[in-house]
């Protein structure tokens, strides 16, 4: 561990507490990383992340809970890192809102909570953390969507926020430079939308991806672990980890 060059260093992942989010924190650990969680609703399971993350490392892991809808939200959970922890090394924009709005029922209010969750939140901590990750030549790694390339049905607000966040990834990648790399994993089928009971239409996903089978949430964690560790001389660049379904019709 001593020799990996993420150790000690300080990772914000918002959405950090569930699902992919969580591992993504507990790989970043695991690399030696010191992990800042966002949350909004989810106290329990932060708890439960903290507690087995600092059982593995004293202080090596705390929580902040904020609402991306709050436009003081970003300043908030950026100066809560600071504060805990001394620096920022990296930003791991990954906490998203997902449903459908089909044309014709499509609210404003639904088009206010998915753009702001999805792209202006991540826009404006990339601006709260802009100069610390200037400051320690970080990096900022957005969870985007293969829906940000190709439209899913009955979803248009979703899959618009998420192709703003691919070009928020490219213009912040050259606004940035030469000192914070900025980066974008996608993801296809890794988990399943909570409540989501349509075993047809997933069995339908599977047999049109090539690999035939379902991503895992570790599988994004290691594309985002490359980004900050080992992606040197790489920025603006989307990695696609789906099991091959963007080859496909």
Not at 58 to 74: G, I, K, M, Y
Not at 79 to 86: A, P
Not at 126 to 139: I, K, N, T, V
Request: aromatic content about 6%.
């Amino acid at each position: 561990m001593q020799d990996n060059p993420l150790t000690d260093k300080v990772a914000l992942i918002t959405g950090g507490a569930r699902r992919i989010g969580r591992e993504i924190a507990c790989r970043l650990h695991a690399q030696g990383m010191r992990v800042m969680i966002h949350y909004r609703s989810s106290r329990e399971d932060a708890d439960a992340v903290l507690t087995e993350l600092n059982a593995l490392r004293s202080d090596s892991a705390a929580s902040v809970r904020a609402d991306l809808t709050d436009a003081a939200a970003p300043d908030q959970i950026v100066l809560e890192t600071v504060h805990t922890f001394g620096r920022l090394d990296a930003l791991i924009n990954n906490a998203s809102t997902f449903y459908p709005t089909p044309i014709k029922d499509a609210t404003e209010q639904q088009w206010e909570d998915l753009i702001t969750t999805n792209l202006k939140a991540p826009f404006f901590l990339s601006q709260a953390a802009a100069s610390l990750l200037d400051e320690y030549h970080g990096c900022i790694v957005n969870i985007v969507d293969i829906y940000g390339h190709r439209p899913l049905e009955s979803h248009p607000i979703y899959c618009t926020a998420k192709a703003g966040l691919i070009m928020l990834t490219r213009a912040l990648a050259r606004d940035l430079a030469p000192t914070v790399r900025v980066n974008a994993v996608a993801p296809g089928a890794i988990l399943w939308p909570e409540n989501d009971a349509d075993e047809v239409t997933r069995q339908r996903i599977i047999a049109r991806t090539p690999l035939k089978r379902m991503g895992t949430p570790a599988e994004i964690a290691g594309a985002v672990e490359f980004l900050i560790r080992d992606a040197s001389f790489s920025s603006g660049q989307v990695i696609t980890v789906d099991g091959g379904r963007c080859v496909v019709p």
